[in-house]
């Protein structure tokens, strides 16, 4: 399959997104994961704590107007009696709809029997405040409400403890992975791009380096490029050129040679013509020297 050049740069740049699109999903889903951890401790065992430290403060309001009504032999508070046990009575309604512990839930339905098992009680010491009896049976209510109190908030607590290192574990966990992955995807895409800027350097450089070649009138260079991209096509075109020079720059020596032959032969005939008028006109010469001669021997003799 052809690719271009582009398209080599763009699926690589695709390849490199991708990478970092995995990178930050997986840090993502380590997020969610431990931020729903953190959410349900929260959420659930934390609330549970609330309600069981609310639950007391309204026990101990109840336990104080009894006590303070024995005391000061006053009438009850009936008012603030029935909004302490309306709150009581919602509040652990709330606490049976948040159960996340085992056994959480048979402890707040004894919670709940108490409660109303108290407020009965109470309405028996409103009609009794003085009754010793009555009394009695409220503080050993109050005690055991109380202790059922403290044991669903040690509970939570402790859940909540036990929740709290299960996530610090998990987002040691979840930071190992995140260190490896990322590294790993580091280097992936170290080993791509340091691949990839190889793959035209090499490429670019074998170029250049034949242009260089050609100016230097070395016609002889030529470039192969593997693939079916653009560089292929260019070694092909380079090659060519090459060619092209190389059979010019031939023709043009032989050419020169020849007119240097042509050149030389009619130089040498024009020599032989110059030698051959050179020896004419020294025969001319001598043989006007002879005439002179035969002159002056004559004019000698006739004196």
């Not at 104080?64 to 309604?93: G, H, W």
């Not at 709290?164 to 080993?191: N, P, R």
């Not at 040679?257 to 030389?264: L, S, V």
């Not at 001319?284 to 004019?299: D, F």
């Amino acid at each position: 399959m052809k690719l271009s050049i582009r398209t080599k740069f763009t699926l690589g740049m695709v390849f490199i997104f991708l990478i970092i699109l995995g990178l930050l999903g997986f840090s993502a889903y380590s997020l969610t994961k431990l931020s729903k951890k953190t959410n349900a401790i929260l959420r659930e065992n934390h609330v549970s704590v609330v309600y069981a430290r609310d639950m007391t403060e309204n026990l101990m309001n109840l336990n104080q107007e009894m006590s303070n009504c024995y005391v000061t032999n006053r009438a009850p508070d009936t008012v603030l009696i029935e909004n302490e046990f309306n709150k009581l009575n919602k509040t652990i309604l709330l606490e049976l709809n948040n159960i996340t512990e085992v056994g959480e839930d048979k402890l707040a339905a004894s919670i709940q029997k108490e409660i109303n098992e108290h407020h009965e009680i109470f309405k028996q010491f409103f009609r009794s405040p003085k009754q010793v009896d009555i009394v009695l049976v409220l503080q050993k209510k109050f005690g055991i409400l109380y202790q059922q109190l403290a044991i669903l908030s040690q509970m939570n607590e402790k859940a909540i403890e036990v929740k709290t290192e299960d996530a610090k574990v998990s987002s040691k966990i979840a930071l190992t992975q995140l260190s490896v992955i990322g590294s790993l995807c580091f280097l992936i895409a170290l080993s791509f791009i340091y691949s990839f800027a190889s793959y035209f350097n090499e490429r670019f450089f074998q170029l250049y380096n034949g242009i260089k070649e050609i100016v230097s009138s070395n016609y002889g260079q030529r470039l192969y490029f593997d693939g079916a991209d653009e560089f292929n096509e260019i070694s092909l075109a380079f090659n060519q050129m090459a060619e092209a020079l190389s059979a010019r720059h031939q023709e043009k020596t032989t050419t020169f040679f020849e007119d240097a032959e042509i050149e030389d032969s009619q130089s040498g005939i024009e020599e032989l013509k110059d030698i051959d008028e050179l020896r004419n006109v020294l025969s001319r010469i001598k043989s006007i020297e002879k005439q002179a001669a035969e002159v002056i021997s004559r004019i000698e003799n006739k004196e």
